[in-house]
């Protein structure tokens, strides 16, 4: 949670509150890596999850495991790490992706692929 004074008084705020600005031109996955926390991506239909998955490849992207993102079906919600790889997420990173903001004290980026790809300014997610 960011905090903010507000007439001597202080009022939290979740951090998915902050835009994030990344020009349409350098809309790139390696961008987002860059961004200062944990990087979610929500792809909610195949033609984003499809979209995701090549454009993760054309940028060299690879599962932790050195496997090809061509090579196993994607979710609906994968993570960015900086070392270009990609990972699915699970369980208990399902329910942050829903419910919390940071994970270990790192802001969650939470980011529609949809809207990013498209060039919208606010690509946040918000369920």
């Known amino acids: ?19 994030y600005q990344i020009p349409v031109e350098d809309r790139t996955l390696t961008a987002l890596t860059k961004l200062n926390g944990r990087v979610y991506v929500y792809c909610g239909d195949r033609k984003t ?5 090549e454009d993760a490849e054309n940028e060299y992207f690879h599962y932790g495991d050195g496997v090809s993102l061509l090579e196993r079906k994607p ?4 993570a960015l790490n900086q070392n270009r790889t ?3 997420v699970g369980y208990l990173g399902t329910i942050a992706f829903c419910h919390a903001d940071h994970l270990n004290a790192v802001p969650l980026i939470k980011v529609d692929y949809r809207k990013y790809a498209a060039g919208y300014q606010d ?3 918000k369920p």
Do not use: H, L
């Open 123 to 125: 690509f946040i997610y």
């Open 86 to 88: 990609v990972n699915f």
């Open 75 to 78: 979710g609906s919600i994968m």
């Open 1 to 19: 949670m960011s905090s903010v004074k507000d007439e001597g008084k202080e009022i939290t705020r979740p951090m998915q509150a902050q835009r």
């Open 49 to 53: 999850q499809q979209q995701f998955i």
